[in-house]
């Protein structure tokens, strides 16, 4: 089946750093997806994107669609503690009816 | 407020035992999905069902089962066959099967612990 690799896996920066994660895969998407996991709770929707090249960005979020469909990158500005979880991309393909998801980026913000 | 909830958040299973996790959705949405989490290993999808009375397996169906008699339930039933179920389980619904929008809503999971 299709596969995303996420990276980076884990990353531990200071508040007020920027951070940079994204995701690649061989085949092509209609849809990139960013969630954000809390500790012990489910995943929430951050960003959606449905054109190539395309450009959104969601307070101090910014995500972009790839313009080869295969890629996709999620930026954080100005991080703050409440930022710290669990950051993951997915793309869909029209009609499959299921979402393919990347292991994650682990993100930890020291005061 | 409408939204996905899922129960027991929380649930101990003896080894052998079936057990069966309760998710519900007042969204009137017509997808539905379960996932499992595992630490590292991101989400792996188990079943999912586009409408009612239909289900497909997903990337790791064995030893799970699954029912959709109504728009608003999805319960998945770990079974005795599945060798490793100790894990966090997510349930998720869409308005429309993901693959046209992709969005995801999800509920607040359910934490399996075999002793």
């Known amino acids: 089946g299709q596969q995303l690799n996420q990276s980076p896996q884990s990353m531990f920066i200071q508040e007020g750093e920027d951070v940079s994660m994204n995701c690649t895969s061989s085949s092509i998407f209609n849809t990139w997806l960013w969630y954000k996991q809390d500790p012990g709770e489910g995943p929430v929707l951050l960003i959606a994107l449905y054109k190539a090249g395309e450009l959104t960005s969601n307070g101090r979020l910014t995500a972009q669609f790839g313009i080869t469909r295969k890629d996709s990158f999620l930026n954080i500005s100005a991080s703050i503690p409440s930022d710290v979880g669990i950051y993951f991309c997915?793309?869909?393909?029209?009609?499959?009816?299921?979402?393919?998801f990347g292991d994650g980026t682990t993100l930890t913000v020291k005061p | 407020d409408g939204g996905i909830t899922q129960s027991p958040k929380y649930l101990f299973r003896k080894e052998g035992q079936n057990v069966t996790l309760s998710c519900e959705q007042n969204?009137?949405?017509?997808?539905m999905y379960w996932y499992r989490q595992d630490p590292g290993q991101g989400l792996r999808l188990i079943y999912y069902?586009?409408?009612?009375?239909?289900?497909q397996k997903g990337d790791i169906a064995e030893g799970y089962s699954v029912s959709r008699e109504k728009k608003e339930s999805f319960p998945l039933t770990v079974t005795s066959a599945q060798k490793n179920p100790t894990a966090f389980y997510l349930c998720a619904s869409s308005k429309i099967p993901t693959g046209n929008t992709g969005e995801l809503f999800f509920g607040e999971g359910s934490r399996l612990t075999v002793l």
């Open positions: 997915a793309g869909a393909v029209f009609n499959a009816g299921k979402s393919t």
């Open positions: 069902s586009q409408i009612v009375n239909d289900f």
């Open positions: 969204l009137n949405h017509d997808a």
